[in-house]
């Protein structure tokens, strides 16, 4: 970072600290702007016949193009850019901190953030993971951080893990997202949230007739590990479940932490898909059966299925989950090994515009693609709450689907959503699509026809087919498009278009 840069942000963060809030996010929206979080003044497009290569990967492997990221990537080979973004310490993200890190919630420990009301956490954590997504340059870090989420999904509303997620958050998901999957699985399975979203903490054995709680030991099994279909019985579920007795919650001195309490703990003998755990583990047994599961090649398969239904298809081929199944057995579960595998696959390369995107993924690329201005206030969060994505909130233990069934019925709030956020209707974001249009223009005045098959290239990678071009010639002239208000309803249009919700 050059000198000049690193005093534009020090002075922002200064001055932000001793003015209200609604000056303190004009004053970042205005540092962030001159620091090049922007619209540049010239965006190429991708218009051949068939999605860019490069804007498939980025649709990808980030929640959508920004204008000019196409150009960047194009300047780099895919493997570059692929291999940058698993370095997420060496992406410079400073812009993004500037709106995301504000949020005091997500770096206490459990303890402080009982001394904060439900919809603050609530309110902050949603808006944290919004804003990453839209602005930092880590993105395949943040998609990522969102797959595990849903991977080892927490609901905020149940009891008191509104209070305990910011820290697995932190902790747990963001601290492993390119790690080892092994490594995640047992932060999680300590994680103060997930001791009590899948009731860990009442599981003890007391008294010598004490029936342990099998819910998370079945969620290990079923849903982080092995998988529904992975070669479990019913005795592995309690046997594993006798394994993880005597994990405990403080509610006292250090409230919300996490300690084990040998007295409450099952130490016998115990057979955990066929393999002997001697009596006398102590807590040590979750660690063995960790070993075991993470090892299981079920787990690989599992995990290899599911990451390449996220960034391939819904119906992965055999032979790359295959491929992807023994990378995670040769690397020991490790992430960016197994992305690597996927995004350099022919697999990847051929699936483009083969997945349809979830209400969140929808509303962050719409974000991105017109270059908006946000701090994702509630008016923002509304439409994930109508669309029914709202971050951390699924109700169940299995995460968000990740498939377009779910999603189908969401179609008229997306329609909603783009012709509000592209007329400048919604509270709290500005977008400037007539500054996108001059950009797209080469750099002219804006005030130009507007052309909707220069236009469309940009939001979907590719030449608009005839049937869409049709469509939206046809309202351009019904429209006249002599209004700015005309103009914004055809990006608006755009954003609503089947194309723009595929990627």
């Known amino acids: ?17 001793s003015v209200p809030l609604a000056g303190c996010e004009r004053l970042i929206s205005r540092a962030t702007k001159e620091l090049g979080q922007t619209i540049p003044d010239h965006v190429a497009v991708a218009d051949g016949a068939e999605i860019d290569p490069a804007f498939h990967l980025l649709s990808r492997a980030s929640y959508g193009v920004w204008p000019g990221e ?31 890190r504000r949020f005091e919630t997500l770096h206490h420990d459990p303890g402080t953030c009982y001394e904060y009301k439900k919809p603050v956490l609530r309110e902050e954590i949603t808006r944290h993971t919004l804003l990453r997504a839209v602005y930092s340059r880590r993105q395949l870090f943040e998609v990522m951080a969102g797959f595990w989420t849903d991977h080892l999904n927490i ?34 399975a300590t994680s103060p949230a997930m001791l009590v979203y899948l ?79 001697p009596a006398g583990g102590g807590e040590k047994d979750l660690d063995r059966v960790l070993e075991i599961v993470c ?58 515009g083969a997945k349809f995107k ?36 699924h109700p169940t233990p299995d995460g968000y689907p990740d498939e377009a069934a779910p999603w189908l019925g969401t179609l008229l709030w997306r329609w909603n959503f783009a012709l509000t956020l592209t007329g400048n209707q919604l509270p709290s974001v500005n977008v400037e699509p007539l500054k996108l249009l001059a950009a797209l223009s080469q750099g002219g005045s804006g005030g130009e026809s507007l ?12 030449a608009g087919t005839e049937a869409e071009l049709k469509s939206l010639d046809e309202f351009a002239a019904s429209a006249g498009l002599a209004t700015n208000e005309r103009k914004a309803e055809l990006f608006g249009l755009i954003l609503a278009s089947p194309a723009f919700q595929r990627y």
């Open 155 to 188: 609901n905020l509303e149940k009891g008191d893990c509104i209070y305990l997620k910011p820290a697995d958050d932190r902790m747990v998901i963001r601290a492993h997202a390119l790690g080892k999957f092994q490594d995640l699985i047992r932060a999680s």
């Open 70 to 100: 196409l150009d960047r990537a194009r300047e780099m080979s895919s493997e570059a850019w692929i291999e940058a973004q698993l370095a997420p310490e060496m992406v410079d993200d400073t812009l993004c901190e500037l709106r995301a």
């Open 199 to 277: 009731d860990g903490k009442e599981n003890k054995k007391a008294n010598p007739g004490d029936i342990p709680n099998e819910n998370y030991a079945r969620e290990l099994l079923e849903l982080h590990t092995l998988g529904v279909h992975g070669g479990y019985t019913q005795t592995d579920v309690y046997e594993v479940a006798r394994c993880l007795t005597g994990w405990r919650l403080r509610t006292g001195w250090r409230k919300g932490t996490v300690y084990f309490d040998p007295a409450l703990h099952d130490d016998g003998e115990k057979q955990v898909l066929g393999t002997r755990i």
């Open 295 to 352: 090892h299981h090649p079920s787990t690989a398969r599992f995990i290899a299925t599911k990451l390449s239904q996220k960034f391939v298809s819904e119906t992965p081929s055999a032979t790359l989950v295959d491929r992807v199944a023994k990378t995670f057995t040769a690397t020991s579960g490790d992430t960016k090994a197994m992305l690597r595998e996927i995004l350099h696959s022919d697999e990847f390369k051929a699936a483009r």
């Open 1 to 17: 970072m050059n000198p000049a840069r690193r005093s534009w942000i020090k002075a922002a963060a200064a001055i932000g600290a």
């Open 358 to 393: 979830r209400p969140f993924h929808f509303i962050a690329s719409c974000l991105r693609s017109l270059g908006a201005d946000t701090h994702a206030h509630k008016p923002l969060i509304e439409y994930l709450l109508r669309m029914g994505q709202a971050p951390f909130q």
């Open 451 to 462: 052309n909707p098959a220069k236009l469309l290239p940009h939001f979907i990678g590719r």
